[in-house]
């Protein structure tokens, strides 16, 4: 009964660098969320998935990108790493309609230098 | 437009009793949730309203005016654990968890 994991817990990388960082639900819930959350910004909507094969843009989407090839995952990539994008990201999921919200993973902490 | 909004931060001492407010405008209402988050973790479920009134769980309630767009977290006989911030949220669109919109949080530090 793992619920949302999300890998890696931190990373580093380097200007310029990628990654991409990986959440996984075992819910079957159909939609799924990144959000990043910064200091006094609250949390903001990078991108999102309403279902298998498909992704939307949120608040805040350049530079990044995301897939969902599988309803269970749910990937978000950064092509080209910028100090700017140094936050802590959460993936989340939900049911389409339910009295529970979302369900958080435990938060990746990413450090751009 | 659509907006949450939040106290930044309060402080209480431990066993007394604290109320978080939160008001909210919205498109198409469908209910209002309260998330806790501690330091350096995730933010974790703590109630849902879409009927007003007062929903009571343990030490924690939550209550809605939707009328007034208005909610508030009461919690009481505070613990040291209970200091975290207390996020506000609300979808954006009727019928279903597409997107909630969220507010910044409230910081409760909860003294001995």
């Known amino acids: 009964n793992a619920g949302v994991t999300q890998t890696p817990k931190f990373r580093v990388l380097k200007t310029g660098q990628s990654m991409t960082l990986l959440c996984a639900q075992d819910?079957?819930?159909?939609?799924m969320y990144w959000y990043r959350q910064d200091p006094g910004m609250g949390l903001r909507l990078i991108h999102y998935s309403v279902g298998e094969g498909t992704t939307a843009k949120g608040e805040v989407p350049d530079g990044y990108n995301v897939s969902r090839l599988k309803k269970q995952n749910f990937l978000l990539g950064l092509e080209s790493a910028a100090p700017s994008q140094t936050s802590v990201y959460f993936c989340?999921?939900?049911?389409?309609?339910?009295?529970?919200?979302?369900?958080f993973g435990s938060g990746t902490r990413l450090t751009v230098v | 437009g659509q907006n949450i909004d939040q106290p930044t931060e309060m402080t209480a001492t431990e066993g007394a009793i604290v109320q978080i407010n939160c008001t909210y405008q919205?498109?198409?209402?469908?209910?209002l949730f309260w998330y806790q988050q501690h330091a350096g973790e995730a933010p974790t479920f703590l109630s849902y309203?879409?009927l007003d009134g007062l929903e009571e769980k343990g030490r924690f309630s939550s209550f809605l005016s939707r009328s007034k767009g208005y909610s508030y977290l009461l919690l009481k006989e505070l613990q040291m654990k209970d200091s975290a911030s207390y996020l506000c949220?609300?979808?954006?669109?009727?019928?279903?968890?597409?997107?909630?919109?969220w507010g910044l949080g409230t910081s409760l530090a909860v003294n001995p």
């Open positions: 949220a609300a979808p954006n669109n009727a019928g279903n968890n597409r997107k909630l919109i």
């Open positions: 819910m079957n819930h159909e939609y």
């Open positions: 989340a999921s939900s049911y389409r309609q339910n009295n529970y919200g979302y369900t």
């Open positions: 309203n879409v």
């Open positions: 919205t498109s198409g209402f469908n209910g």
